[in-house]
């Protein structure tokens, strides 16, 4: 054989044996292992009662009174309006789930490790697609552009506000107010993109926002508004008597205190496909 056709032939090989090497080092890391100890049991309580949900990084995992679907939702880090062909039963069957892991994980590990729990117990097979659908653009109310009282542009950034912190457990941007309080429907917040809220708003509203506004940067803000689920006769209001029932919906606060609102429209968009789910195994 002639020695162009061998330094040809190792070129070839040097290059394959490269780019499988590349391939090799580009594999996404497996996933962790699924929980060593898990608890599935169905609750019978009904929305009145308790509910929790813990997740954070650690080696336990905790949901109690929890829809299916909300399990479901934060396994795959999706909002409920993206969520396509549920059964119906998965809104109505709440559970108990107490899982441990074998070590100490992280929270992105820790939902990788609620999808496999989702798999083996509950038979769960989902994919992605882009799908038209029913979302809610958030446009200016006003044709002025002006905004409303309660929203108004920030001095500076969230991030600003936490690398002056005097402690870096401090939280000077309101992230955690926002969480709790949007149960009861009061929000307040330093240094904020609309993104950072929107999150929020579109699981009041029941449908994804899109934001055609136009507006971009940091703002500080307040938002009161009264809550859909207050307004469901069988949800114990007593336990809540700080909470105005005769207050605004969602839609109007967003009118009235930021001077944006949200439009009906159709947009192509990510949905979680389920195509498979049943009822969980025994444990």
């Not at 001095?155 to 912190?165: I, Q, S």
Request: charged content about 25%; overall charge negative.
């Amino acid at each position: 054989m002639r020695r162009s056709t061998l330094l040809g032939l190792a070129l070839v090989a040097s290059a394959t044996a490269g780019a499988e090497l590349r391939a090799l080092q580009q594999q996404p890391a497996p996933p962790p292992a699924g929980f060593e100890v898990a608890s599935v049991k169905e609750n019978k309580a009904g929305p009145q009662s308790i509910q929790r949900f813990v997740l954070q990084p650690g080696d336990h995992f905790t949901a109690v009174n929890f829809l299916l679907r909300n399990l479901i939702t934060e396994a795959y880090r999706a909002e409920e309006a993206q969520l396509a062909d549920p059964p119906n039963w998965i809104d109505d069957a709440r559970y108990d789930i107490v899982a441990k892991a074998e070590k100490p994980v992280s929270r992105d590990e820790m939902r990788l490790m609620l999808r496999s729990l989702l798999m083996e117990r509950f038979q769960l097979a989902v994919h992605t697609e882009m799908r038209e659908g029913p979302i809610f653009a958030l446009v200016l109310a006003h044709k002025d552009g002006a905004l409303g009282p309660h929203l108004r542009r920030a001095a500076k950034t969230c991030e600003e506000l936490r690398a002056e912190a005097a402690s870096p457990d401090a939280d000077p941007c309101g992230f955690g107010s926002v969480s709790s309080g949007f149960f009861l429907g009061r929000m307040q917040a330093h240094g904020f993109t609309l993104a950072n809220v929107m999150a929020y708003v579109q699981r009041e509203a029941g449908r994804r926002i899109v934001d055609k506004t136009g507006l971009s940067g940091a703002f500080d803000w307040e938002l009161t508004f009264t809550p859909q689920v207050f307004l469901n006769p069988s949800f114990p209001r007593d336990r809540f008597t700080d909470v105005d029932r005769d207050g605004p919906s969602i839609f109007t606060a967003l009118q009235e205190q930021w001077g944006l609102k949200l439009e009906p429209q159709k947009d192509l968009g990510k949905v979680l496909v389920i195509d498979h789910v049943e009822r969980p195994t025994p444990n």
